[in-house]
Structure formats: C-alpha cells, structure tokens
C-alpha cells in the first residue's frame, strides 16, 4: 500500500497543496518554516483522531484558528490521501477525504468519504460517507459480481460529530479499504532523532518493540533485537563495522542496579566505550540501522532531517538505507536541508517547498525542465540546489 497523493486545504501554510505521483521514497527539501514538519503532522493529526476524537486533535493544535490558514478562518479544512490498494487482485486507487468544520465554535467532521472506482468506467464510488456523524459504509465491498444499487449500505450514528467512521468501521475486516487506512495511519511513525536523548543508560524495566520518535529508548529497542533477533542484530552489526571506522562489535548490558546501556567496542582497544562517551555519528547511525531493521517495520515512516551529526559519505549510505527499507514496501519520507544528503537522491524522489505570499507550494524536482536535464546528464541534486536551481530556498 502507497500514498500516491496528498492534498490539502486550509491546513496551516497549506492553504491549497496538491502533491501527486509521490514515490516510495520521497525527499522534502525546505528552508526552516517552510512547512515540512507541518506535513508530516498531517499523518499525526489524523492519529490524534483515530486515537482520540477530532476536536481534540484540533485542540492539541491550538485550536481551529490555529489550524485552519491565517484569513481562512470562515472555511473548512480539507485532508485528501489517495492511495493504491489490492482489492480483489487490481491495484486500486482509494481516495480518503475528510472536511473538518468549526460551527458555533464546535468542531465537527462536515464530511468524511472512501471512494474508490469498481469498474473501468463510471465515476469512483463512495464505500463511506458520514456526514456530521451519520452516514453509511458498504458491507460487501469485495464482493464485485453485485452491481453498484445491489451493494449493502449500513447506515450509523455515531456516538458524537467529531468522531471518524473509520475509527470504528476499520477495526473490521469486511470494510476493507477503511481497514486498511487505518492500519496506515496507526502505525506511521516519526523519527525526530534527538541524539542526547538517546544517550545515557535507561531503566531496563520493560520491552521496547519499536524505536521511539526521539531514539530515547535505543537502549530497550537495541536489547531487544540482541535477545530476540539475533540474526537482525549481527546484520546492524556487520554494517556499523563496514561504516563506522573502528567499530568491532556493540553490545547491550544490563548493570548491577536494573540500567541498560551499550557498549562500543573498538577493535584498536581492550576496553569498550559505553554509549555516553562514543562519538555523535556512531550513535545516531546505530539508532538508525535499529529503526530500519525494524522486524515489524512501519507502513509509513518520516524521519525528520537525518543530517545532523553524520559524515557526508554516512549519509549517502543513510540515504540508500532509507530507499531499500521502501523498496521493501514501506514508504518513506525524509525532510532535509542537507546538500550532502540530497546528492544521494534520484530525480524523481525529490520535492522543495517553497513559499509565496505567506503560504506554502511544493515542487517536484522531475517537472522542471533544467534540473532535469542536468540530472539526465550525470549532475547531482545537492550541487544543483547549492547552484540555485531548486527555486528559492537555499541550502544552510
Ligand atoms: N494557521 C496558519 N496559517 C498559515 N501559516 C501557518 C499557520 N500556522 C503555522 N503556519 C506557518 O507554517 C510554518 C510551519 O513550519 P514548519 O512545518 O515548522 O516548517 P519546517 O519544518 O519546514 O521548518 C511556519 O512558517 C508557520 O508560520
Ligand atoms: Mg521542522
């Protein structure tokens, strides 16, 4: 399952964005507030509803006026994501629209719809569409011998107006593409690397599964691929030796008083370092190689500027890292203002965001003409965009 499309209106700097024909692996390049985190938190707005309710999810970001454009305040935001899912043996394309309102300062979901086309012809078909929380979801949307008026409607009322359909319905198999996005939006994550938060020994109480947005619990997450995945430790292992000059091998330990730490071996000493005193890029390659080799990775993964601390020929591994963990069947994106990581990326993986009048726009770098034919001809992305021609947002 792909995220092929995205659009948004009203949301913040995006008073009207479009972003189509997005790869498995996607490069978002912007100067500092140009609004790639305010992207990324797309996804986790609409966590925030799914695990809680709208309201609140608008609540936790300052409020409609906050979130809705500067002088749209009068109008709806609009969240649409289009992406490509098996349904009955053909790749189709599912679009999930949601229209948040504010009415008399309450806010409700005006209109939520999963549509998708059944046949080569006619227009996309709503399997859902809930309306200030009360609509209908087809029962039997797999089954494609029925015509269109033979498909069953369940209507409901949900509990409240600021509640998704899909927050209930896609719990359930049977409402496949709901179930589905679901699934995607429940298990997005962000990677926010915060390398002194990853330092340090942690409290060994308890079993991390996954690496956490900061890399606060690298130590829990790293134990538990050495006792439980040792074939995908020796794997971190074995690419931490081939990059990282020095490195031997790298072990978890439990101390005396219940605290996890790791330590580094360097094959030039008799005594390992612990993770306190190894150097920034050792760590943070370390925390990445655990987040990639994830044994139960995320459907969507947004890692937010890796750059930091890591040597340019790191992050063109980095960014291959990041690539084959896509080609895998996840997606990913990355936000960055590193020229160094951007000379990693091909054509077409690469966005800028650029903005005008106060508002954002997001370019792709394969519809301009000149960079493409300067990519074509053996140029790389990073010296082009430190040459000026990724718009008007230059590099750091
Ligand atoms: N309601 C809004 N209307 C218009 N712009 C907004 C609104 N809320 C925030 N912004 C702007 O959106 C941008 C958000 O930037 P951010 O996503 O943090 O950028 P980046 O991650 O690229 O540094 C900021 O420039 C901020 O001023
Ligand atoms: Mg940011």
Known sequence: MRIEEIRLQNYKCYKKLKISRIPAMAVFVGANGTGKSTLFDVFGFLKHCLTYNVNKAVQSRGGFQELVSREHRGETIIIEIKFRLNITGVERLVTYYLEIAEIDKSIIVNREILRYKRGAHGSPYHFLDYKAGKGYAITNEEDFTKENEELTKEYRELEANDILAIKGLGQFQKFKAANAFRNLIENWHLSDFHIN?????????????????????????????????????????????????????????????????????????????????????????????????????????????????????????????????????????????????????????????????GFTEIKRASDDEQISAYMLDGDKMGYLWKQGFLGRVNPK
Request: hydrophobic share 35%.
């Open 197 to 357: 938060k990853a330092r340090g020994t942690k409290d060994a109480v308890g079993y991390d599964e996954h690496l956490s947005v900061s890399g606060d619990n690298l130590q829990l997450v790293a134990h538990n691929l050495f006792l439980n995945h040792k074939d995908i430790f020796q794997k971190i292992i074995k690419k931490m030796q081939e990059r990282v000059p020095g490195i031997s091998s790298i072990e978890p330990e439990t101390t005396v008083d219940g605290r996890l730490l790791l330590k580094f071996q360097d094959g030039s000493f008799k005594d390992p370092f612990i993770d306190k005193y190894v150097s920034d890029g050792t760590i943070k390659m370390f925390a990445y190689l655990v987040m990639l080799f994830d044994p139960h990775p995320h459907p969507l993964l947004c890692v937010e500027e890796p750059e930091n601390q890591l040597y340019p020929h790191l992050l063109t591994e980095l960014a291959e890292e990041f690539r084959l963990y896509s080609r895998h069947g996840d997606q990913v994106f990355v936000s960055t203002h590193s020229p160094d990581f951007l000379n990693a990326m091909e054509l077409e993986e690469v966005f800028w965001l650029e903005k005008r009048d």
